[in-house]
């Protein structure tokens, strides 16, 4: 199965299982906007939770707020987002399909890319244990012959990007053929900015209505909010604010289910610094994101850091954390440490003091500040496309199971009575009542034990518990396990502790 047609099964699952629906679907859906269902809510409030205990209870200088989602359009002005919050556009005439420049460009490098690993893979197949990579890369005439295309191209892209130069965006895709991959065709019209904020009216035109935009990203709410936090919580420098919250950019391209849509949640850490220090935490939270994504036990090998050659005007450091989505590595979370450029802004627009009193060294300064951004939206595609799995069992039958780190799965354990009959389903209902304080559980008494054990494989439910005639002799249940399917008999007195052990999301923030 190429991954194409994975991730159209991926989406396919979700909206049958409840993960994701589009949104108003009874309308035909709205362009990039999608409606979580009964089991992503739960999935999506334990990825938020993950990162919020992480931010705000393992650091005890950081904390949370929660800004509104309008916000005083000078804000937009201060931050850059009026002027410059734009993407270079391209319509192809034929199909009349709307594409980002760039991205139709650093598509085509990721091709290149992909090319050059399908040779290495087929070494490493050629030459076995005696395969030097290193030396392959270095040799091989189609490596090399398709490395140099790429760092043709790339850096043609790289000039363009840097001096803005949207005619040769255009050139750059003519010139390597790219087509309209719905048409086929390169009847492309010239690239243009379009600037990606929504906007609305404010107040009724009555009193004189003012245009306000959706917030493009939560960070300017913690930005303009950075001295009454600073002053009410005695914040000393350094110290960072954590927030989650919706925000909205009309994307230009939004074709790729929830990875890029036109509403989506971030999770977002400003961490304020004195300047001359920023460098070394730039460092430091660069190591503790990836810590916190290897530490969900998806494969280290699937995340990597992609470091900024072009920094916006305003950062001197930035970089991604790229993770192996099913349509290659993409930027998951952004780390940049953005100067002061933020709180000097818009200490000069509002004509407020945003200054910070050092009380060690009596100096005042604007802090800088190094960012963590990541979207909530995407880490769950993450999740689930890293989780989902069509399996054959050794009887030949075969099985669809989301392996979901348990601490983040939605359901943690489904109560399964044998038969609806001779008194089981009244000692499940027990059990129920007594796990449902500390877990999400679920109880299912229809169809037969291998149909639900497979519904609940296929939503990820870590633990399924069967109660069956032997129970009420017992007390013990069955407890089967969603990766292994190993089966145990548990006291029923101890199916609290066995489940905690496994879904506590405790144990992972321990870990960190
Ligand atoms: P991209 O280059 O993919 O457009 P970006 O660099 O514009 O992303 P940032 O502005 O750094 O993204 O936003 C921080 C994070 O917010 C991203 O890493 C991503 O996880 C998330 N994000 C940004 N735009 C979207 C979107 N349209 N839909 C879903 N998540 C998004």
């Known amino acids: 199965m190429t991954q194409d047609e994975l991730f159209k099964i991926l989406v396919a699952h979700c909206k049958e299982y409840g993960f994701i629906f589009p949104s108003s679907e009874i309308y035909d859906g709205l362009a990039a906007v999608y409606d979580y269902g009964q089991m992503g809510v739960e999935l999506k409030n334990n990825i938020k939770q993950y990162w919020w205990n992480a931010m705000t209870r393992l650091n005890e200088n950081i904390v949370g707020i929660d800004a509104a989602v309008f916000m005083h359009p000078s804000t937009w002005v201060a931050s850059g987002h009026v002027a410059a919050f734009n993407d270079p556009l391209i319509d192809n005439r034929d199909s009349k399909k709307r594409y980002r420049a760039d991205v139709l460009i650093e598509d085509y490098l990721s091709k290149i890319e992909e090319k050059i690993e399908k040779e290495v893979a087929k070494g490493r197949k050629r030459f076995g244990d005696a395969f030097d990579e290193a030396q392959f890369r270095a040799t091989n005439p189609n490596v090399l012959r398709e490395k140099a295309h790429y760092d043709e191209v790339h850096e043609r892209y790289k000039k363009a990007e840097n001096a803005n ?7 750059i895709i003519l010139d390597l053929g790219i087509v309209c991959p719905i048409s086929g065709t390169k009847n492309w019209t010239d690239v243009r900015q379009f600037n990606l904020m929504f906007s609305t009216q404010f107040g009724s035109t009555g009193e004189g209505a003012n245009t306000v935009y959706l917030r493009p990203e939560t960070a300017q709410g913690i930005f303009v909010d950075y001295i009454n936090v600073q002053k009410t919580g005695r914040m000393k420098v350094p110290f960072g604010i954590a927030q989650i919250g919706k925000a909205f950019r009309n994307e230009v391209v939004a074709r790729q289910f929830i990875f890029r849509m036109r509403e989506f949640e971030q999770m977002e850490m400003e961490f304020f610094c004195k300047p001359g220090t920023e460098m070394e935490w730039f460092a430091k939270w660069k190591e503790n994101r990836m810590k916190w994504h290897v530490n969900l ?17 305003y950062a001197n450091a930035a970089t991604d954390i790229e993770f192996h989505f099913p349509f290659g590595f993409k930027e998951l979370e952004g780390i940049h440490s953005r100067t002061d450029f933020d709180l000097g ?12 009193f050092d009380p060690e060294t009596g100096e005042s300064y604007v802090p800088y500040c190094v960012e963590t951004s990541i979207g909530v939206d995407r880490m769950f595609l993450a999740v689930l496309s890293h989780s989902y799995k069509q399996e054959t069992l050794e009887n030949g039958e075969s099985r669809v ?3 979901i780190p348990a601490p983040l799965a939605p359901v943690k354990a489904a109560i399964l009575p044998l038969v609806k009959k001779d008194g089981l389903p009244e000692v499940a209902q027990e059990i129920m009542n007594d ?13 037969s034990i291998g149909k639900r054990y497979r519904r609940q494989d296929a939503i990820g439910t870590p633990y399924c518990i069967t109660v069956d005639h032997d129970t009420l002799v017992d007390h013990c249940v069955t407890v089967r396990d969603r990766d292994t399917m190993a089966q145990e008999r548990v006291p029923i007195a101890e199916l609290k502790a066995l489940i905690d052990k496994k879904v506590n999301l405790n144990n992972l923030l321990r870990n960190l």
């Open 165 to 171: 130069d949207l005619a040769e965006y255009k050139q």
């Open 297 to 313: 036990g998806m494969g280290a090998e699937n995340y990597r850091f992609h470091d900024h050659e072009k920094l916006a005007h």
């Open 345 to 356: 802004n818009h200490q000069q627009l509002s004509g407020r003091k945003l200054t910070y």
């Open 401 to 403: 199971v989301l392996s």
């Open 435 to 447: 796990l449902k304080y500390d877990f999400n559980c679920q109880y299912e008494d229809k169809d």
